[in-house]
């Protein structure tokens, strides 16, 4: 089992930065990423990035340049950078555990709603 618990939403203004930040607990695996998605009302869930363990990034094309995705292995905790933000990029954001070795397998936290108001 793996625990995932997201912090750092909240409500910010256009034009605004945020950090939202995910600590994972339990048995993780070097053949993993985390990630971030983020869902809307009405809307399905969209991916929005991820890292390996080793440090490649993955991200959305239309988060490409406004969100910078780390992570710290000591800390298993993983961080996004949300710069730039605008009222479309409000929803709640969802920490995301990817395994692919030993076994396919998606843990996800709770969520973090963030904001953006014009």
């Known amino acids: 089992q793996v625990q995932l618990v997201e912090s750092g939403g909240g409500l910010v203004q256009a034009g605004d930065s945020l950090r939202l930040s995910c600590a994972a607990s339990?048995?993780?695996?070097?053949?993993?990423?985390l990630g971030w998605f983020r869902q809307t009302a009405g809307k399905q869930r969209e991916f929005v990035a991820a890292?390996?363990?080793?440090?490649?990034?993955f991200y959305a094309d239309s988060m490409k340049g406004r969100f910078t995705i780390s992570r710290d292995n000591a800390k298993n905790t993983v961080y996004l950078q949300m710069n730039s933000l605008q009222p479309e990029d409000t929803a709640v954001y969802y920490c995301?555990?990817?395994?692919?070795?030993?076994?396919?397998?998606?843990?996800w936290g709770k969520g973090t709603l963030v904001t953006v108001s014009s």
């Open positions: 890292i390996s363990w080793s440090g490649n990034t």
């Open positions: 339990g048995r993780t695996f070097s053949s993993s990423t």
């Open positions: 995301n555990y990817h395994q692919f070795l030993p076994n396919n397998m998606d843990y």
